[in-house]
């Protein structure tokens, strides 16, 4: 708003609200999953540490490819179905939240597990160092891009937070991003937005919500599969696991 004004802003506010929602959702099941990971952190069991993590990042993979797809495939349809066909001119700036959102969910919970690990500094030097992207990026683009360049500092942000969060588990808790199954989803999810990106051009000219239902459903279709070929334990296995967490 102080850059462009406050109509700008008000314009880019729901999209970015949106992307926020959608980002949030995996939330929903942080609280649990923070006590379950701190408890095996307190039993020094990093493999069951590492096991849980993937497995919960993998199956949030699966949840929101969904959603992740139609902000990248269909991010046209997508803001002009929810606010309007006034609302198209935001498609980049969609785009670019949408690539946000994707880098966070593929590294999952990497900032619930550093948290779980109990790590202050490194708590504080993900904060700082995302404080600073965000700030440098708002003052070097959003005067010069408006809209796109805040999706850009709020991507931006986010990523650099993500990153440094998977950086500091790898090196300070000998924890990777992905395992073999989880990697092979993230492998079936790239796939799945690419046959989303052609089903719905199949079905071009369709109304808008056909098309982003079309690449939801694409995109959790092919990625649900691609983990349920993968996963040898199954919830049943997690169950398990989240279940011995006090033993």
Known sequence: GAFRGAAAAGSYAPVSQLA????????LLGSYLLSALSALV??????????LYHWASRWDLVLMAGPIAVMLVT??????SVYGPGYRALTP??????LG???TVLLGY???TLDAHGLAGMTAMRALGGLVASVALCLGLI????????ATATSGAIIVINMLTSVALLTRCGIPPFDRPYAVTVVAFAVALGLAWVCVRVFAGAPPLVACVVA???????TGAAALAVDDDGVAGARRLILRRAR
Do not use: C, H, Q
Request: charged share 10%.
């Open 20 to 27: 926020f929602v959608i980002v949030g959702l995996p939330g």
């Open 110 to 112: 990497n900032v619930i």
């Open 93 to 98: 700036a969609t785009v670019v939240l949408g």
């Open 75 to 80: 991010p046209a349809e997508l803001v002009s």
């Open 143 to 150: 005067p010069w891009m408006g809209a796109l360049g805040a």
């Open 42 to 51: 307190a039993s020094e069991r990093t493999r069951d540490t590492a096991d």
């Open 216 to 222: 939801f459903a694409v995109s959790s279709a092919v």
């Open 101 to 103: 959102v994707a880098v």
